[in-house]
């Protein structure tokens, strides 16, 4: 576990940010009149991280709705020989031993490494950066150290995350009389939903509210849909002793809600073929079922431009094991020979992807 600061914070734009908003204030007032604020004016001074911790602790932050986060894939990476980052719990070392084992095994068999990576422990061990503001870095600090008190095995782990981060606020030159000024921030939504849980959706009045049970790894892509709200009893699983014994395929209860055209834009982006449709498909068709969009009618690339083709390409260069999405070869003139297209149709297949869709763009692919 470890925090690197990958940028100097400018902690004078939050002084000249409070000054523009208050023109009868002392001009000569400097960021150690306003470090000591919570209040916006701390968010104009950003901080970029760089972070290897556990997932938990990754998804603790991109659970806070304002994070900015660009993580390690590990759709691609060699994952096979993961690390654990630094338990020293029986439980989770042999947990990690056995799915280790039975990702090897998946991977031997020709399962796609899509597939065989939701094995990965959460507390194995990740690589992210982040980008946080002055305000929301203290708001964290002080969050984990709330979290190291709430009981559970991940207790003193917490606290050495908070001491981290409390750390990085000591280069920043931010002292503990700072940091005391700042509440407690409620990151995580505590929703047991225990004894009441039942798979629904439903609209009323443009409001869409789904209820399911879905797992962690679809969870951690929910989140980062900012325009969806969300309520989980994920704090319940990291502050109990299942998380020792929880990898990505770890089952949550998860009720979301929004407005129509905030789930056309979930419809959109996850009906796409980078994204991994197969775990979306059951989650895409309660929406679906509730909405008046139809995901193929409003792929991210219907403007005729895809704004992730810096990854497509990498798979038609082949340094991304999956096939080439065959809107973006069809849409850039792209040759592709009758290996990749058979590669193309046997994903339709086993995404379950629909065929009435792709195998006509497929069907069309020059060679």
Same mark, same amino acid.
Request: glycine residues 4%.
């Given at each position: 576990?470890?925090?690197?600061?990958?940028?100097?914070?400018?902690?004078?734009?939050?002084?000249? *940010?409070?000054?523009?908003?208050?023109?009868?204030?002392?001009? !000569?007032? %400097?960021?150690? /009149? $306003?470090?000591?604020?919570?209040? @916006?004016?701390?968010?104009?001074?950003?901080?970029?991280?760089?972070?290897?911790?556990?997932?938990?602790?990754?998804?603790?932050?991109?659970?806070?709705?304002?994070?900015?986060?660009?993580?390690?894939?590990?759709?691609?990476?060699?994952?096979?020989?993961?690390?654990?980052?630094?338990?020293?719990?029986?439980?989770?070392?042999?947990?990690?031993?056995?799915?280790?084992?039975?990702?090897?095994?998946?991977?031997?068999?020709?399962?796609?490494?899509?597939?065989?990576?939701?094995?990965?422990?959460?507390?194995?061990?990740?690589?992210?950066?982040?980008?946080?503001?002055?305000?929301?870095?203290?708001?964290?600090?002080?969050?984990?150290?709330?979290?190291?008190?709430?009981?559970?095995?991940?207790?003193?782990?917490?606290?050495?995350? *908070?001491?981290?981060?409390?750390?990085?606020?000591?280069?920043? !030159?931010? %002292?503990?009389? /700072? $940091?005391?000024?700042?509440?407690? @921030?409620?990151?995580?939504?505590?929703?047991?939903?225990?004894?009441?849980?039942?798979?629904?959706?439903?609209?009323?009045?443009?409001?869409?509210?789904?209820?399911?049970?879905?797992?962690?790894?679809?969870?951690?892509?929910?989140?980062?849909?900012?325009?969806?709200?969300?309520?989980?009893?994920?704090?319940?699983?990291?502050?109990?002793?299942?998380?020792?014994?929880?990898?990505?395929?770890?089952?949550?209860?998860?009720?979301?809600?929004?407005?129509?055209?905030?789930?056309?834009?979930?419809?959109?982006?996850?009906?796409?073929?980078?994204?991994?449709?197969?775990?979306?498909?059951?989650?895409?068709?309660?929406?679906?079922?509730?909405?008046?969009?139809?995901?193929?009618?409003?792929?991210?690339?219907?403007?005729?431009?895809?704004?992730?083709?810096?990854?497509?390409?990498?798979?038609?260069?082949?340094?991304?094991?999956?096939?080439?999405?065959?809107?973006?070869?069809?849409?850039?003139?792209?040759?592709?020979?009758?290996?990749?297209?058979?590669?193309?149709?046997?994903?339709?297949?086993?995404?379950?992807?629909?065929?009435?869709?792709?195998?006509?763009?497929?069907?069309?692919?020059?060679?």
């Amino acid at each position: 576990m470890k925090i690197k600061i990958m940028n100097r914070m400018d902690l004078t734009q939050n002084s000249e *940010a409070w000054i523009n908003s208050r023109p009868q204030a002392d001009k !000569r007032t %400097t960021y150690r /009149d $306003i470090v000591e604020l919570d209040l @916006p004016t701390n968010e104009f001074a950003n901080v970029n991280l760089f972070i290897e911790s556990s997932i938990v602790e990754r998804e603790i932050i991109s659970t806070m709705r304002n994070h900015v986060m660009w993580a390690q894939t590990s759709r691609v990476e060699k994952i096979l020989g993961f690390e654990m980052d630094h338990t020293t719990h029986t439980e989770s070392q042999t947990f990690a031993i056995n799915q280790k084992s039975k990702m090897k095994r998946m991977a031997a068999d020709g399962v796609r490494q899509d597939e065989f990576r939701l094995g990965l422990p959460l507390l194995a061990r990740t690589k992210y950066s982040i980008s946080v503001s002055f305000r929301t870095l203290v708001k964290l600090h002080k969050y984990f150290l709330w979290l190291s008190i709430q009981g559970g095995p991940l207790s003193q782990r917490f606290r050495v995350f *908070a001491k981290h981060l409390f750390d990085v606020l000591v280069e920043l !030159r931010i %002292t503990h009389n /700072d $940091i005391e000024k700042y509440k407690t @921030p409620v990151i995580l939504s505590v929703d047991r939903l225990a004894g009441s849980y039942k798979a629904a959706s439903s609209n009323s009045s443009g409001i869409i509210t789904v209820t399911d049970k879905l797992p962690i790894h679809l969870r951690a892509q929910l989140v980062r849909h900012r325009g969806i709200g969300i309520r989980d009893n994920f704090f319940d699983l990291i502050t109990s002793n299942r998380v020792l014994e929880s990898s990505l395929e770890t089952v949550l209860n998860v009720t979301t809600y929004g407005t129509e055209s905030d789930f056309a834009e979930v419809l959109s982006k996850r009906t796409c073929w980078v994204a991994h449709y197969k775990i979306w498909k059951g989650y895409l068709a309660m929406i679906e079922r509730q909405s008046k969009d139809d995901g193929n009618k409003n792929l991210p690339c219907e403007m005729g431009s895809c704004p992730f083709a810096a990854d497509v390409m990498l798979r038609y260069e082949g340094k991304d094991p999956n096939p080439t999405c065959p809107r973006f070869a069809l849409l850039n003139d792209l040759p592709v020979n009758e290996t990749e297209k058979l590669k193309m149709s046997a994903m339709v297949t086993s995404d379950n992807r629909p065929a009435q869709f792709w195998s006509p763009i497929i069907e069309k692919l020059r060679s």
